[in-house]
Structures are given as C-alpha cells and as structure tokens.
C-alpha cells in the first residue's frame, strides 16, 4: 500500500463466557447437539416466557473484565436492542448499550514496530443469535441452540494500524480470555469472534476516514488479509477520487478481497431501551470476590517472571505461556524441583510434538514428573540429551518413572567419591608403567586411566569425577 | 410533540407492520392523541427526578448455572409455519 496513506483499524470481539447454561435460560450450550433441542420457551421468544439471568455469566463477564484492566461498574444495565433477523425470535437481542458492565482498560501488545498499547474502550455482556444455513432450495434453515449463549463483546478504540497489528491485538486478547478460564478461544467454531472497523486516511491526517465493517472472519489469518485488502481497495477509491460507502462487507478468502455484504439497505435503528423484564445489574462485593477468586496470572505476566526472574529465552516463554495447560505442565515441572532453562528447551520441542490441544483441553503423551525425572538424569550426566529423547518416546502413553528404567538397565552415576577414589588408588597402584610415563610427561596416559575406570564401572562413573581424582594422585610427587 | 404521517410510517417500517393509507391516516391520529397525554407528563417540574427505567431499588436476581429441562424438539417446531430438516424453515434472507 502507497506510504501516504494509513490504515485504522478497532476490532469488536465476541467470546463466549463458558458457562453450562444460557445466559437468560437453563438450555445447555455444549456445542455440537442435534439442532433445535437446546431450546426453551425463553430463548424461541415465546410470548410470556421472562429471562433470568445467570450467575456464572456475570462472574466470568467480571473476570475478563478485571484480567483486560477494565472499570466494573456497580450498576449496568441490559437493554433491548431491536431488529428483525430470523435467527433473533424475539425481535430483538438483549445487550447492554449506554451503561455496559466495565470500561476503560488496556492491552499490552508486542509489534513488530515495538510495543503498543490498545485501548479497551469498553466490555458487555449480550446474548448470541442462532445459526442459519443458507441455500436450502429458497430457504434458509434456521437452529436455535446458540441463541441466547452469553457473549462478552470487547471493542477497541482504532488505535491499530495495520492487518497484522490487528491479528496481533487478537492473539493477546484470546490468549487473556483462555488463561482466565473465560473462553476456549476457538475461532473455527465461532466461540472466539471479530468483526473489524477498518478505514484508512493520509499519513498525518488526524481525522478518522470512513469506516467499513468486516464481518466473519474466523482466522487470524483471515483477519490480516482481510484488512489488508480493504484497506488497498479503500485507497484505490480514494486515489481515484471517488468516497468509500460505509457499509457492511465480507472477505472472500480465494478472491482476497471484500464484498459488500447487506448493499445499500436502511441504516439500522436499533431503538435501544432498558429491557423492562431485568432490573439493573448490580455487581456487589460478594461478585467481585467470586470474579476475582479465580482469576490467574496474565500470560504477559508470566513471561515476564519465566524470562526476568528465571533466565528462559523470551521465544520459549511466548510458547509456554501460549496455552494454560501448557503453561501449567511447565510450573508443574519447575515445582517438581526441573530446571528451568532445561524444562523451557524440553517442553516446547519434546512435549507439545505429541500434545493435542483442542480448546481449553490438552492431552499430553508424557507427564511433567516424567519430564522431570529425564531433565535431572541428563543434568546428573546419566543420559545424553539424545538417550533422554529416547527413553521419553518409551515411557510416553504410560506412567512409567523414566529414573527406574535407566537404573533398571544399569545407568546410572556413580558419583559415590569414596568409591572412585578407592578404584583410582587400585589403578594406579596397578600401572606402574603408565604412571611412569605420565610422570614424565605423557599427559595423554591420563585418558587411559579414565578409560580404565569407566570400564570398571561399565560406563557409570561420572567422568569429571573420575579425572579430577585421578589427576589429584598422578600429579602427587612419588612417595 | 406532535406526530407526522412519515414518523409513522417509518415506526411502522421498523416493526415490519405493512398498514394500508387508511389505517396509516387513523394511527396517526390515535397516536399523536397518545402523545398528547405522556405529553401532559412533560409539563410536570421533573427536573430533579433522574429517569426511571425500573422500579427504584430493584437489582436483577441471578440464579445458578444449573441447566433446566429443554423443550422437546417437536413441541419446538410446532409453532413455526415451516419446518425442514429438524431446523425452523424461512424463505432465504442471505444470497451467498
């Protein structure tokens, strides 16, 4: 893109709280039943059926709230947002509009141009549609088991500047909501969100051009490209005098480029109000204490402790740190007495080859006691790093203690000192020959006395070990 | 506040509620009647009294996140016009 131009860019993200039920009704939200049968008179929109709000949805809007540095108000409120679309039945989505749950926070953003930080500029609590499918001779068929799933919906103030700034602010954020529990962080499924606002202007400009929505876009990758091509089409129209409509559009993954989704239709009037049927939203001391109580440390703070306080390289920290469980596997092993550098080399290479992630969940093939005791035995000179790699594919799948396999198999180090003196004074006293010759000069004799006692030990002793107590007594004066 | 023939109209739009030009001309005369009474209300020195949503003092009761008895399927879909698929039937509202 021409260097006189800029793009702008806020991002609206919907996640979805992890909660069991729906956020005004006791439907299920697991994700993958038959369709319409997590469904109710509540979330169809039958008349007369009232919402009743849950709980857990409040604790884990409160939570992601606290983790992203967002104000919780004591009082929000939910409101009516109106508009007709066959997957809303009621006519109209409950959200939160002019008093939202929590505003004002930030994200901290590591950029290719350097640090950067986003502005939140608020989160609220919302109900999701239901899901259509399109194109079934003239039809569209339609599943209510999404609708009414709660949703926390964060928009950025359009302080990113470029596609991959914005793929970037979203790999933070996701990586906040899944480490506090809040959300699994799954774009392919839909139960992580984006929508993009996306305008450009002259470099130095400090009016906001018109903005474009971006709907849909369910990759980070996506997310880049999207924005990237929207932003070469806005500047084109612009170069070539024309205006940019603002409009709703969709990206076309083959073609890379936009369309226009909803074309020229009535700008929406949402006509929102407060929802008579839910009183105000109080968050009281006994809901922040419950927020608060399960919230867990940052991953931007834990890379910071893992890289300042423990000397791991700062690219294997970003992988530790990418995934909870992964992250716990790591502690978990430092608490079991791992060294820190060595279990942040294993783990990112050893461990996740074979780990499946899927969500919040992830199946490791080994356990952070077996890494640890393979880490100790390579630290302790047992195993060459080669060796370890081998016995963690034997031990993988089962519980078995890599330790009691290499002792089994007689490796092991003798480190005992009484013993290898002993075995040192034995050669010595049996070489008359090659101490001779080590007198007089022929330091290379000292390799074939360690080489002695290694064989004597079968290949236990500790090498270092060995050649200090051998040159100790070989560089004694004869008696 | 008085009500025009275009404000109703476009209300009417909003809801989706198709009126013919007779009933649109009676609307608009009920209407702008309504309004003339919550109008009386305006009237009123109200300047210290913040705007009332809800009863003062209500906050929302939260209930556990305990899942609850669904609707079987069938009793679901009986009331939709059309249905396909185990799904709810709409003539198409995207072009693809």
């Known amino acids: 893109m021409s260097a006189r131009w800029e793009t702008v860019v806020g991002l609206e993200v919907h996640a979805q709280l992890l909660t069991r039920t729906k956020l005004f009704c006791g439907c299920p939200t697991s994700a993958g039943a038959p369709p319409n049968v997590q469904v109710c008179a509540v979330c169809l929109g039958l008349p007369g059926a009232l919402p009743a709000a849950n709980r857990e949805a409040i604790v884990l809007g409160v939570r992601a709230a606290l983790a992203l540095g967002l104000t919780v108000h004591e009082e929000s409120v939910f409101a009516r947002k109106s508009y007709f679309y066959p997957d809303l039945p009621k006519g109209y989505q409950i959200s939160q509009f002019e008093r939202p749950l929590a505003t004002g926070g930030q994200l901290d953003l590591e950029t290719s141009a350097g640090p950067r930080r986003v502005t939140l500029q608020r989160l609220h609590l919302e109900e999701d549609a239901g899901k259509s499918v399109h194109g079934h001779g003239g039809d569209s068929l339609v599943d209510l088991n999404r609708a009414g799933v709660p949703l926390a919906e964060i928009v950025s103030a359009p302080d990113l500047r470029s596609g991959e700034e914005a793929a970037t602010y979203l790999r933070a954020l996701r990586d906040v909501l899944v480490f506090q529990g809040v959300n699994d962080g799954n774009l392919e499924s839909g139960s992580f969100r984006c929508d993009a606002n996306v305008s450009v202007r002259r470099q130095g400009s400090d009016t906001l051009g018109t903005r474009v929505e971006l709907k849909n876009l369910n990759s980070f990758r996506f997310v880049q490209r999207a924005i990237e091509a929207e932003a070469r089409r806005q500047v084109a129209l612009l170069e070539a005098g024309a205006a940019v409509d603002a409009e709703t559009r969709s990206y076309d993954p083959e073609a890379d480029r936009t369309a226009s989704l909803r074309g020229k239709e009535e700008a929406h009037d949402y006509r929102y109000f407060p929802d008579p049927d839910l009183p105000p939203l109080r968050v009281d001391e006994a809901l922040l204490e419950a927020a608060r109580a399960g919230l867990g440390e940052s991953p931007a703070a834990l890379r910071a402790r893992w890289t300042e306080g423990l000397g791991v390289p700062a690219a294997a920290a970003r992988t530790l740190a990418s995934h909870p469980r992964i992250a716990e596997f790591f502690q978990r092993a430092l608490a079991l007495g791992a060294d820190a550098r060595r279990a942040a080399a294993w783990i990112p290479t050893e461990v996740l080859r074979g780990a499946e992630i899927d969500g919040l969940a992830a199946t490791f093939r080994v356990t952070p006691e077996q890494v640890t005791e393979l880490l100790a035995l390579v630290e302790e000179g047992v195993l060459s790093g080669k060796q370890a790699k081998d016995l963690q594919l034997e031990v993988e799948g089962t519980d078995a203690s890599p330790r009691a396999i290499a002792e089994g198999r007689g490796l092991r180090v003798v480190a005992d000192e009484a013993a290898l003196a002993a075995l040192c004074d034995e050669l010595i006293a049996g070489a008359e020959r090659q101490v001779a010759a080590y007198r007089k000069g022929q330091r290379g004799v000292l390799g074939w006395f360690v080489g002695q006692a290694m064989q004597r030990t079968r290949g236990a002793a500790d090498p270092r070990l060995v050649t200090r107590l051998l040159t100790e007594r070989l560089d004694k004066p004869a008696s | ?96």
Do not use: K, N, W
């Open chain 2, 1 to 96: 506040m008085s009500l025009d023939r275009e404000t109703v109209a476009r209300v009417a739009r909003l809801a989706r509620i198709e009126l013919s030009d007779s009933e649109l001309e009676g609307l608009v005369r009920d209407l702008e009647r309504i309004v003339a009474y919550v109008d009386e209300i305006g009237a009123l020195p109200l300047e210290a009294v913040p705007p009332t949503a809800h009863a003062p003092g209500a906050t929302l009761p939260l209930r556990p996140d305990a899942p609850l008895p669904c609707l079987d399927r069938e009793v679901a879909l009986a009331e939709a016009p059309r249905q396909a698929e185990s799904a709810f039937a709409v003539p198409e509202f995207v072009t693809e």
